[in-house]
Structures are given as structure tokens and as C-alpha cells.
T-cell receptor
Framework: GQQVMQIPQYQHVQEGEDFTTYCNSSTTLSNIQWYKQRPGGHPVFLIQLVKSGEVKKQKRLTFQFGEAKKNSSLHITATQTTDVGTYFCAGQKGQGAQKLVFGQGTRLTINP | SAVISQKPSRDICQRGTSLTIQCQVDSQVTMMFWYRQQPGQSLTLIATANQGSEATYESGFVIDKFPISRPNLTFSTLTVSNMSPEDSSIYLC?????????????FGPGTRLTVT
């Protein structure tokens, strides 16, 4: 079945350093989404990428969708303590009712 | 966006008993899902709750263990039946945006279940 692999599993950085998490799918995706889950919280939608090679930015966060629509990355520039949490990618294979398959998540911790 | 509430927020249950979790959405949505998340792990889809018909279960999950109701477009319940300690987890209700070509999902706050 469809699998979405995400690395690294954990990342610890000093505040102000950059952070990147990578997501790879075994199959071509119709779209990929990124979610953030704060400790003790529930996943919150960050962004959706649909087009091949798409790049989207949200302030210090940059999201990319690969040309083959099989991989994606989330890059955070100059991390802040508010960035702490687990970042999940989630891929959807088809349109409409197809389910989301979540990656394992990357847990980000930050040393202030 | 959709606002989702879940009840109970947490519970401690004895093995062999059942717990029903309620999910209420503040707007009508077509797609509603139930996920399980064990501590420090990713989200695993249990089933898609279909309004007016039987839920669609993922591999490894069966209706007898996780019966689901979806009486209308704003409400669903998930029952965890004949619980064992392995069922200890966080159970999350989720809905998909009703907007065309927008596949983002919103999650409820979760129900933290501990089975002793």
C-alpha cells in the first residue's frame, strides 16, 4: 500500500538555527499537506501543495513539492521556541475521497 | 475552518468494557474520519464515517471492535469495544474541508484513553 516516509524522526536545534524535515512517498501523490502538532495538542493544518515543483512560503516556513510529486520538504529558517512540536506530512494519492496517509512525523525541540 | 469538539476528553477504563467517543462539528461536512495516535507516534486512520451508511474501515480495524455511527452531517461516535490495554491511545475525530479542491483536514482535540 501507499507509504509516506518522513525523516528525521527527531531534531534538536539551538534557537536561531534552521530546520528541515523531508517526506518521501512510494507512489505519486495528487497533493501533500503539512501539519503541526504541539506537545499535548492535536494536528493543525499548515499548508497544502498540489502542483509539481510547487514552493510556498509562510513567513519563516518554506514548503516544497518535488517535480515527480513524490517528495516534499518543510524548511524553517531561524527557529524560534514557538516552533517546537511535531511536524507531519500527509499525502493523498487520488482526488476526492482518497484518504490521507501520514508520515511518521519529525519532532522538533529547541534549545533557547 | 471547522470547529470540532470531542467527548470525553480523557477516560480511564477497565479491560473488557466499552467506551463511546462523541464528535461534534460546528458545520455540515461530508467527510469525517476517526484516527488513532499512540504516544509519540503518527496518526493511523481507523475508518471513514459515512453519513447514512456503514463506515469504511482500514486494514486492521473491524466494525465489531470499533463500531461507528454517523447519524447526520455534524455528528459521529466511535465505540472502542471490549477494551484491552493495547487500546490505550489518543482517538481523534477529523473532518475534511468542504471546499472544492481543498483537501485540508481539521482535527478535534482528541480523547485520551487509558485501559487498565
Amino acid at each position: 500500500g501507499q507509504q509516506v516516509m518522513q525523516i528525521p524522526q527527531y531534531q534538536h536545534v539551538q534557537e536561531g538555527e534552521d530546520f528541515t524535515t523531508y517526506c518521501n512517498s512510494s507512489t505519486t501523490l495528487s497533493n501533500i499537506q503539512w501539519y503541526k502538532q504541539r506537545p499535548g495538542g492535536h494536528p493543525v493544518f499548515l499548508i497544502q501543495l498540489v502542483k509539481s515543483g510547487e514552493v510556498k512560503k509562510q513567513k519563516r516556513l518554506t514548503f516544497q513539492f518535488g517535480e515527480a510529486k513524490k517528495n516534499s520538504s518543510l524548511h524553517i529558517t531561524a527557529t524560534q521556541t514557538t516552533d517546537v512540536g511535531t511536524y507531519f506530512c500527509a499525502g493523498q494519492k487520488g482526488q476526492g475521497a482518497q484518504k490521507l496517509v501520514f508520515g511518521q512525523g519529525t519532532r522538533l525541540t529547541i534549545n533557547p | 475552518s471547522a470547529v470540532i469538539s470531542q467527548k470525553p476528553s480523557r477516560d480511564i477504563c477497565q479491560r473488557g468494557t466499552s467506551l463511546t467517543i462523541q464528535c461534534q462539528v460546528d458545520s455540515q461536512v461530508t467527510m469525517m474520519f476517526w484516527y488513532r495516535q499512540q504516544p509519540g507516534q503518527s496518526l493511523t486512520l481507523i475508518a471513514t464515517a459515512n453519513q447514512g451508511s456503514e463506515a469504511t474501515y482500514e486494514s486492521g480495524f473491524v466494525i465489531d471492535k470499533f463500531p461507528i455511527s454517523r447519524p447526520n452531517l455534524t455528528f459521529s461516535t466511535l465505540t472502542v469495544s471490549n477494551m484491552s490495554p493495547e487500546d490505550s491511545s489518543i482517538y481523534l475525530c477529523s473532518v475534511r474541508s468542504p471546499r472544492i479542491d481543498n483537501y485540508e483536514q481539521y482535527f478535534g482535540p482528541g480523547t485520551r484513553l487509558t485501559v487498565t
